[in-house]
């Protein structure tokens, strides 16, 4: 293998012992070779920016700059550059910063060298899938401009799309319940679309007869199709809002593009106020398109360590789309729900504030599903139905009353000090 396929590993420590034995290791390994090594953080990302290794190692203890800075100056830098955390056994809050700096993986020392080269060659692999992923992303973002330009200047609904790189967030349930919330306070016409070609759920959710029309009914006629026909698919629902179901089964999705939705979509626009769309995790083309014709992106995410490390990614796909800040709004559901970690520490790491939450109430959600009604019909006066609410005001543009006390009510709340690897 010619040296320039290799993965190139960057190793961090300052115990030259420790360097010598896994450049060793590395050694054995025909894909793999030692781009340099380093005593210290500051050293490494020097060499960080130099060398641009496709894999680092780092030490988190070490005497002038600590791994943890390290892996925040580098991942904010040389992004590209994925790093692995050695750490002993009970540095857990080491790890969990480490994790929130933006380090890749883990290495519990002491561990073999099967841990360590398959732990190298899975974030080297992870990172190619990651840019493979993202590069074709990039022309997309030119194409949205010149599209946003040509727009005519009527006034037009706003579209707004629910993503979260995760599944289980309640994307559904909270687009469901937005959707409803926004036409019971702004009075507005509302059309609630699941976008979740593949795995659709809205019919179920909101009780829906299984021979109501779908999307799927215009696949062969998207190209002429029309404000009139779309309208002629949509379902009535009795809390007073529209709803533009998913195919009945996910073969159909493959006959659904990018282009098609984006019809539909602006078709919508003209007679709702509010579009809200439901997705999938996924970062294909109909998901993408479904995002580039949004106003707003809600991006919802849990409190957690998973949920945070995929939302990370997204934003990285976010900033290639060239979406404005304002345009992709973090949303953290479940926001009291034990086991996670602090926004506070997310908005941190993710150098962006959360400025929507919500509480979790499971209990709220079970009775409201059972009597087959939206919660923030059915339990109206629930906490969580007034943070719905809230988020609704502020998507309509209307000014929230005691928004900043009831947040603060609620982080104090929630039980400080939760430890990521605690619960696990
Ligand atoms: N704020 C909340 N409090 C308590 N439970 C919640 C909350 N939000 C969502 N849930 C629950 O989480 C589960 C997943 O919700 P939902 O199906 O809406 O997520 P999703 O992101 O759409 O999932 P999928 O990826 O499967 O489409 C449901 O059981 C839902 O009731
Ligand atoms: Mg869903």
Do not use: C
Request: proline share 5%.
């Amino acid at each position: 293998m010619a040296d320039g396929e290799k993965i190139r590993i960057l190793i961090v420590d300052d115990i030259a012992d420790t360097r010598e034995n896994l450049a060793k290791l590395i050694g054995f390994e025909p894909d793999m070779t030692v781009a340099g090594t380093a005593g210290g953080g500051q050293e490494a990302v020097t060499l960080a920016k130099k060398e641009r290794p496709n894999v680092i190692l780092m030490d988190i203890n070490m005497p002038d700059m600590d791994g943890i800075t390290a892996t925040e100056i580098i991942s904010n830098t040389v992004p590209e550059s994925p790093i692995i955390m050695m750490s002993v056994q009970g540095e857990q809050d080491y790890l969990r910063r480490s994790m929130l700096a933006g380090a890749r993986e883990f290495l519990v020392k002491p561990f073999s060298a099967d841990e360590l080269i398959n732990a190298i060659r899975h974030v080297h692999e992870l990172e190619k899938v990651r840019r493979a992923r993202y590069a074709p992303l990039a022309p997309a973002a030119g194409t949205q401009v010149a599209g946003a330009a040509a727009a005519p200047a009527v006034e037009t609904g706003k579209i707004i799309s629910f993503f979260s790189p995760k599944g289980g967030v309640g994307r559904t349930t909270i687009a469901t319940n937005l959707a409803v919330a926004l036409h019971q306070s702004t009075e507005k016409p509302v059309v609630l679309v699941d976008g979740s070609l593949p795995f659709g759920d809205i019919a179920v959710i909101l009780n829906m007869s299984p021979k109501a029309k779908t999307i799927a009914d215009l696949i062969g006629s998207f190209e002429q199709t029309d404000a009139d026909v779309v309208e002629s698919i949509l379902v009535q629902h009795s809390t007073g809002i529209k709803v533009l179901l998913a195919p009945p089964t996910p073969e159909s999705t493959e006959l659904i593009t990018g282009a098609h939705i984006k019809h539909v979509l602006e078709i919508l626009r003209q007679r709702y106020a509010y579009v809200i769309v439901d997705t999938w995790p996924s970062y294909g083309e109909q998901v993408i398109t479904m995002l580039d014709a949004a106003d707003v992106v809600l991006s919802l995410m849990t409190l957690e360590i998973t949920s945070l490390k995929n939302i990370r990614v997204f934003m990285e796909v976010v900033e290639k789309l060239g979406y404005s800040q304002d345009k992709v709004q973090l949303v953290a559901n479940r926001n009291d729900s034990s086991g996670g970690i602090k926004a506070s520490d997310v908005e941190a790491s993710l150098g962006r504030k959360i400025p929507h939450t919500i509480v979790s109430d499971g209990r709220t959600l079970v009775l409201a599903v059972n009597r087959g009604v939206p919660f923030v019909i059915s339990h109206k006066d629930s906490q969580v139905s007034k943070d719905i609410f809230s988020l609704a005001a502020k998507l309509a543009g209307a000014p929230v009353a005691s928004e900043a006390g009831a947040a603060a009510g609620k982080q104090a709340a929630r039980p400080g000090g939760l430890k990521l690897f605690g619960a696990r």
